[in-house]
């Protein structure tokens, strides 16, 4: 890899882009039932908070489970074509997902969403980060963080725009509803993506470490983290309240629909329009902080994830609660700018302190942690609350309490760890066997 010169970092790049569109497709199947809360819930008499374990724990749990054993493979084997069999695995899940005319088969296919979804971030992190310098990786997976974001966009503005067409009648097959027909024609284009991915090449496994780092090479990953449990704490407590602001936007759909009166088709505009814009901005911050804060120490990937909550958490708690739909549109524009900036900061965070030789099971676990959290506890307690409360409209007071009592301590525990990660860092650097920085840029 370090033969290849400029022609190789081109390369590269492109090897970037295309894991990128896998993540982005990955959020797009996600976030798309989101859209489909209400017709679902009508059409098959779900209560509001059946509809938030299809939105969070029908998912999360078993993206979870399945997370760490297929990154301790994909430390082992070929993570090109352990993601190549997710892509198809998951794509077939939502488009079966059409069929479904009952919760449990909903749950079912949506716990097989998870189960194919769970190989994206473990083989992408671990492919970029040996495809980049340590000095240039938070870049490259800036750039790659901008996915979620990406894809939740095309959700809401696509996928909306796909929902109310298919609302007035824009196509009918066989007496299917428009939310069934949504799941058919979102699932079965997605596994095209496969074959591109088949124009990857596997990188060799770079940082490994020369002298034995207590807990790392060929020993256990859990040892390893154990050891460090402060620096880890703080990149995983940062990027799972960061996550769990991010599933909230699953009700922003119901929030604007019922507090402020909106369509489907102009939530989904609105949202999705915000997702390619506050998104790729929030990423461009992202990736010009992580250059600033570069120069400042080797902390600079934390120092992007805590920026990015600084400006997530705040704009996160109010803008549900606005008394107009204009002052709520505008704070969630700041939201989705801060999530993204965090998002980056997660596992350019991580992949500075983890050697290479563990680096696919810890970024299983730092996924199966981060996506346990919020989607597990988000979305079901926001549609225990408002059915308790008796009020739909409650739904914006809820979301507000959850991100304010999730959000404070979080920021704390960041700061007060963030020197012990500083330290992991360092003491990394130090055992490091060969020179990542003779890579090109």
């Known amino acids: 890899m370090r033969e290849l010169?400029?022609?190789?970092?081109?390369?590269r790049w492109y090897v970037v882009a295309v894991l990128l569109l896998v993540f982005i497709l990955s959020y797009f199947d996600r976030y798309i039932l989101s859209l489909l809360v209400d017709p679902i819930k009508q059409d098959l008499g779900l209560s509001n908070f059946q509809m938030g374990?299809?939105?969070?724990?029908?998912?999360s749990v078993v993206n979870v489970l399945f997370a760490i054993p297929l990154g301790w493979l994909a430390d082992r084997g070929s993570r090109k074509w352990i993601l190549i069999a997710g892509i198809f695995f998951w794509c077939t899940m939502?488009?079966?997902s059409?069929?479904?005319?009952?919760?449990?088969?909903l749950v079912l296919l949506r716990a097989g969403l998870g189960i194919g979804e769970a190989v994206v971030s473990p083989t992408s992190i671990s492919i970029?980060?040996?495809y980049f310098s340590r000095s240039t990786r938070a870049r490259a997976l800036s750039v790659y963080m901008a996915g979620p974001y990406l894809g939740a966009g095309l959700a809401f503005g696509i996928g909306g725009f796909l929902v109310h067409w298919l609302e007035k009648g824009g196509w009918n097959l066989g007496g299917?509803?428009?939310w069934q027909m949504t799941f058919f024609l979102v699932g079965l284009p997605g596994i095209l993506l496969g074959f591109v991915l088949m124009t990857v090449r596997e990188p060799a496994r770079t940082d490994k470490v020369a002298e034995p780092v207590p807990g790392a090479s060929r020993a256990s990953v859990w040892r390893f983290m154990r050891q460090r449990w402060q620096a880890f704490g703080a990149i995983f407590v940062g990027a799972t309240c960061n996550f769990a602001l991010t599933t909230l936007t699953f009700w922003n759909v119901p929030l604007f629909q019922r507090v402020y009166g909106w369509s489907i088709g102009q939530t989904g505009a609105v949202t999705g329009v915000f997702y390619f814009t506050a998104g790729p901005i929030g990423t461009a911050l992202a990736v010009w902080a992580s250059r600033h804060f570069a120069k400042t120490g080797p902390d600079y990937g934390m120092k992007v994830l805590i920026l990015g909550l600084f400006v997530a958490i705040p704009a996160s708690a109010l803008y549900p609660i606005m008394p107009t739909a204009e002052l709520a549109v505008v704070l969630m524009f700041?939201?989705?700018m801060g999530k993204s900036i965090a998002t980056a900061g997660g596992p350019a965070s991580l992949s500075l302190v983890t050697p290479g030789d563990i680096r696919g099971q810890s970024a299983a676990i730092f996924t199966a942690i981060v996506t346990v959290v919020g989607p597990i506890f988000g979305p079901p307690i926001i549609g225990w609350a408002v059915d308790a409360s008796g009020d739909p409209k409650f739904v914006g007071t809820?979301?507000?309490?959850?991100v304010t009592v999730l959000g404070i301590p979080s920021i704390l525990f960041v700061l007060w760890a963030r020197r012990y990660y500083r330290t992991a860092v360092v003491e990394l650097e130090r055992s490091l066997k060969d020179e990542p920085e003779n890579l090109p840029a």
């Not at 010169?5 to 390369?11: I, R």
């Not at 374990?53 to 998912?59: C, D, E, H, S, T």
């Open 176 to 178: 299917f509803q428009p």
């Open 98 to 105: 059409g069929f479904a005319m009952a919760f449990l088969p």
């Open 94 to 96: 939502t488009a079966m």
């Open 5 to 11: 010169g400029a022609k190789g970092a081109l390369y």
């Open 128 to 130: 970029i980060s040996d």
């Open 53 to 59: 374990l299809l939105l969070g724990p029908a998912f």
């Open 398 to 402: 809820a979301l507000s309490a959850f």
């Open 334 to 336: 700041v939201a989705f």
